[in-house]
């Protein structure tokens, strides 16, 4: 039996990303996977396009490395993918607990340069932040396509988790689950 269960980042590299092509042509953009391990190398002021989930924790985690971390995010709050139950409530504790995390919703990001990231407002206004780093997240993509190459290794194949579809850990444990109370 073989399983398969992985995804990878949309944002590497950044420029085939459709809905980022024109903005990340600099080598201060990188996505969040990229960030971990390497925030040295990052400026002071970081911009984080993306208010989603993963996208919070690396703004936090930036932030508590002791750079100027200012999330850019098109939806009206920030981390609305984060279990509601209790996680939203432990992200939101843990950026307010960050004197240099800020924030703006409703901002569409227009242009990236070596200096700054331009965006439009939610009052359809041209602004701009200060950045010497750009973090993109733009969601994850599933594997499936690798997935496949081991179709028919086994007498039995399933594909799970991440690689199915891109979710949260509990589906991921689901359908894990599913799977071995197949075999």
């Not at 973090?135 to 496949?148: C, F, L, S």
Request: charged share 20%.
């Amino acid at each position: 039996m073989r399983r398969a269960g992985w995804h990878r980042p949309c944002a590497q590299p950044l420029q085939r990303h459709h809905r980022f092509k024109a903005l990340a042509d600099g080598s201060n953009v990188r996505a969040p996977i990229f960030v971990y391990g390497n925030d040295k190398s990052m400026g002071k002021n970081v911009v984080i396009i993306g208010g989603q989930q993963i996208a919070v924790e690396v703004g936090i985690y930036l932030a508590g490395n002791g750079h100027q971390v200012t999330m850019l995010a098109e939806e009206k709050k920030l981390a609305e993918d984060a279990n509601q139950i209790h996680f939203v409530e432990q992200l939101t504790e843990a950026w307010q607990a960050q004197k240099n995390f800020s924030f703006i919703t409703e901002a569409r990001a227009t242009g990236i340069t070596k200096e700054k990231v331009t965006y439009i407002d939610s009052k359809g206004s041209e602004q701009s932040i200060q950045a010497d780093s750009v973090v993109i997240y733009a969601g994850r993509k599933p594997r499936q396509d690798e997935a496949m190459k081991f179709y028919g290794s086994a007498g039995q194949f399933f594909i799970i988790g991440d690689c199915r579809a891109e979710g949260r850990v509990a589906q991921a444990m689901r359908t894990a689950f599913a799977t071995a109370s197949q075999i």
